[in-house]
């Protein structure tokens, strides 16, 4: 695919239009800037702005869109407003598996919230809502395996209800305990479900045992296709890409896809962990930005197949270009961890990610009597090293920063080689970006099934 470029040039005293990157099919063509502003247009528009000609059919759109900008003027940043609305409630640290590449030390560190300290975290949340007028928000319970916590979790689901705000509730199991009461007790209580597994029986097996080294798919299959029954199909997968599984990447989609049906997927590639030796099976960014390519290659040829088949990460980097928006607390503004998402420890403790909980990156507390917007921007201000900006030089030209912002703030900080930027986002965007604009213009019904709408068609 030939992505090609559009040079900056002034128009008259006042204006100038900005540089943009350009795919062109037959008749048509896509102009991306690095403000993030996209327009889908002729093929012949395109090729008087590449003369140095404003075509006068689209300069509005353009000034809209900020293609065309005063001469004067400096770039404006696009930044995420501090606003929490996704809460993240760790239940427990005890777990029924051992994960070769687990993130929590589940193996010592054996401890369950208790119902005064969850009555606590529940009040502080409806305090927050109520106080800064916050209409939707989600709250996800987790762990460990946070159905060891079933109890609790209804417990929260009955008492965090308000008047005003609507709650979204989800949990990501590894299924050993999805049985048919526990399937009910979620779905009549509205917890939406994610369900770990790793691709077919060898790899889910070898990564992912209970503690007692047995293997768990026969029993995940089993629990996976009575939750599908219960929920309607409604339900997603979490994977976890290691290095054996990325060879064979294409048959763990269809492994997922075709194989147990199911339509919402989410394509995770494994952390260092503090707890595990897993180094092994990690990959290198290049190797990770070669996958991510190839699960997009495999997701349209799904859907060309007539799979209604959509992977979460794909889509929050899809909706980014067409509608530049925060829809994604990692990908749609960089890391929002802190910003748009909060996470509670077991004590009431507030961090900013639930890969964060050690105890120099904690914002504070729910119990200082401090507002938790606040609490976050003294903690900004505090230094506290997790909100450092993550930009090295080449950040400055490359079109996908106002997306990615120097990418996951945990993988910078496990990079001992790197403190700057996220690599592996830098190296995936440079891929995968480019390809979606192409898919854009060139399969607009694909695009459209992905969204489930038909606002590409006729483009």
């Not at 193996?107 to 209409?135: A, H, P």
């Not at 996800?140 to 417990?155: H, T, V």
């Not at 790899?203 to 026969?218: A, E, P, V």
């Not at 748009?340 to 403790?349: E, T």
Request: proline share 2%.
């Amino acid at each position: 695919m030939q992505i090609e470029t559009i040079l900056p040039f002034d128009i008259s005293n006042k204006y100038r239009f900005v540089e943009s990157l350009v795919y062109k099919s037959m008749e048509k063509a896509v102009i991306f800037e690095k403000n993030g502003h996209l327009l889908i247009t002729s093929k012949k528009n395109v090729e008087e702005l590449q003369a140095g000609k404003i075509p006068h059919n689209i300069e509005d759109i353009l000034k809209s869109r900020r293609f065309i900008i005063d001469k004067d003027e400096k770039e404006k940043s696009y930044n995420i407003n501090i606003k929490p609305e996704f809460f993240m409630i760790d239940m427990t640290n005890k777990c029924n598996m051992r994960c070769e590449y687990c993130l929590r030390n589940t193996e010592y560190d054996q401890d369950s919230i208790s119902y005064t300290k969850l009555d606590d975290i529940i009040s502080f949340i409806k305090s927050y809502c109520k106080e800064n007028g916050i209409k939707n928000i989600s709250v996800q319970a987790w762990g460990g395996e946070p159905l060891l916590e079933k109890d609790k979790i209804l417990y929260m689901v009955n008492k965090l209800k308000m008047k005003n705000t609507k709650v979204h509730f989800s949990i990501e199991t590894n299924a050993t305990l999805l049985t048919n009461n526990n399937i009910l007790s979620m779905y009549e209580s509205h917890v939406g479900l994610g369900i770990s597994i790793d691709g077919g029986m060898n790899i889910h097996n070898k990564q992912r045992k209970f503690i007692s080294g047995k293997d768990t798919y026969d029993i995940v299959i089993n629990n996976m296709q009575e939750t599908k029954n219960i929920y309607n199909n409604r339900i997603g997968t979490i994977t976890t890409i290691t290095r054996e599984s990325a060879k064979k990447i294409e048959s763990v989609i269809d492994n997922i896809v075709i194989d147990l049906g199911i339509n919402n997927i989410k394509m995770n590639f494994v952390h260092l962990s503090n707890y595990r030796n897993c180094n092994d099976i990690c990959l290198a960014p290049k190797e990770i930005a070669e996958t991510e390519l190839r699960i997009f290659r495999k997701i349209i040829e799904l859907q060309e197949m007539g799979y209604s088949v959509i992977e979460q990460n794909m889509m929050a980097k899809l909706k980014n270009i067409l509608f530049r928006k925060y829809t994604d607390v990692c990908l749609s503004c960089g890391c929002c961890g802190g910003r748009k998402m909060i996470v509670f420890d077991m004590h009431g403790n507030i961090f900013p990610c639930e890969l964060t909980d050690q105890p120099e990156y904690a914002i504070g507390n729910i119990y200082n009597g401090i507002p938790l917007i606040s609490q976050i921007e003294n903690s900004i201000k505090g230094k506290n090293s997790f909100f450092d900006k993550k930009e090295n030089t080449e950040c400055i030209d490359c079109y996908w920063k106002i997306f990615c912002k120097g990418g996951c703030t945990v993988r910078v900080m496990s990079n001992k080689n790197n403190k700057d930027v996220d690599i592996t986002e830098c190296e995936i965007n440079k891929i995968l970006y480019p390809e979606l604009i192409k898919l854009i213009i060139d399969k607009p019904e694909i695009v459209n099934k992905m969204l489930g709408w038909d606002g590409l068609y006729g483009v």
